[in-house]
């Protein structure tokens, strides 16, 4: 299994990117996630938000955002460099 190639946090709200790679290039993805404390004390991990989820994790979106076009940049500028 791959690893992330970035995960950011806020609080119990997670946001990983995942680097993909194809014949066609390479793509990034976002999974969000919230951790939560179950009855038997087990932590757990849902895609599910409550209203005052939102805001944090627009932020985290607003991150991760950033933080691809940060690397879609690098790599233009490194696949430029290797042609």
């Not at 995942?18 to 919230?34: E, H, M, P």
């Given at each position: 299994m791959t690893s992330p190639a970035h995960k950011i946090r806020i609080g119990n709200l997670q946001a990983v990117i995942?680097?993909?790679?194809?014949?066609?290039?390479?793509?990034?993805?976002?999974?969000?996630?919230?951790s939560y404390k179950a009855d038997d004390d087990a932590w757990r991990e849902t895609d599910s938000l409550g209203h005052e989820d939102l805001l944090p994790m627009a932020k985290l979106l607003d991150l991760a955002h950033t933080w691809i076009m940060h690397q879609v940049a690098a790599d233009r500028k490194a696949k430029k460099e290797a042609a």
């Open positions: 995942w680097r993909n790679a194809s014949d066609k290039g390479t793509w990034y993805s976002v999974q969000c996630s919230r």
